[in-house]
């Protein structure tokens, strides 16, 4: 059996930039506090809980110890009470992240009602929301029935969205607004993503997405590699393969979210070529 890797598969920046924070700061204080999930994978989290990484429910249980913010954004008003507290913060927010922040604020400043596609409790839409006075979350055309939308809208996306999935609700919102400004925030990580699945997928006998079921891009991947092929699985891990998957299988595509770690997707591969004896491409 052949393996084909996708190219961009694994860390994104973004994550990277969170996750060489989050070592860089437990190799000078010992001991991190974060809220929430520092990224959506839970081996990169449990190696950072193993060196210190210390999660907490509440502000008051930081004590002295420095508060990383996560890479998928916090809300806003949570870090006005860390400051007021005057907490040590780390920000390990993603920079593409920050840009829909700072696009988000500047179609409302122009007087817009800022339109957020992208999942409702997800945390970066929730951080997102939480920098703006009029919005409305949109995951689904269905969500616009139960918004009021005003005559001058503006729209952001969250940053993993799929393509086609927003331009179903495009439509919907540019009927019902008279002046809609829109701005694409899709990251580039995830589109790269995107396009690499559908080759995948349509260019193999059977595919494997390696990624933590609570990452969002993960399961999108995923749920495009089904929709074309199959044979297609999701893993977490080793422990997570069915060697059956592969048995009529000439070629397999791998690729992963942007929250799974490269030694992950070596660990998978080494693994799936050990079975046969197979060769990577």
Not at 29 to 38: E, P, Q, S
Not at 184 to 197: D, G, W, Y
Request: proline fraction near 2%.
């Amino acid at each position: 059996m052949k393996i084909e890797i996708a190219e961009h598969c694994g860390f994104c920046s973004g994550v990277k930039n969170a996750v060489d924070m989050a070592n860089a700061a437990l190799d000078a204080y010992g001991r991190v506090a974060v809220l929430g999930d520092l990224v959506h994978n839970k081996v990169v989290v449990d190696k950072l809980k193993a060196r210190g990484l210390v999660y907490v429910d509440r502000l008051e249980d930081v004590g002295e110890m420095p508060l990383l913010l996560r890479a998928h954004g916090t809300d806003a008003e949570l870090v006005r009470k860390a400051d007021a507290l005057g907490l040590h913060l780390l920000d390990g927010t993603c920079p593409l992240v920050k840009e829909i922040h700072r696009h988000a604020k500047e179609l409302e400043n122009e007087g817009r009602q800022i339109i957020v596609i992208g999942d409702k409790d997800h945390d970066e839409v929730l951080g997102i929301v939480s920098r703006l006075r009029d919005y409305c979350i949109v995951s689904a055309l269905s969500d616009l029935r139960a918004c009021t939308l005003k005559s001058r809208t503006g729209v952001v996306v969250q940053s993993t969205q799929r393509l086609d999935g927003i331009l179903k609700i495009l439509p919907g919102i540019l009927t019902r607004s008279r002046d809609c400004r829109i701005i694409n925030t899709i990251c580039e990580p995830t589109r790269r993503n995107q396009e690499e699945i559908l080759a995948l997928a349509k260019h193999n006998d059977c595919v494997l997405v390696i990624g933590d079921p609570h990452s969002a891009n993960s399961r999108r991947l995923f749920t495009v590699a089904r929709s074309l092929n199959g044979n297609s699985h999701m893993v977490a891990g080793v422990g997570d393969i069915d060697p059956d998957w592969f048995r009529d299988c000439a070629s397999l595509g791998i690729t992963a979210g942007a929250s799974t770690p490269g030694y992950l997707i070596e660990s998978i591969k080494e693994y799936v070529k050990n079975l046969n004896g197979d060769k990577t491409k």
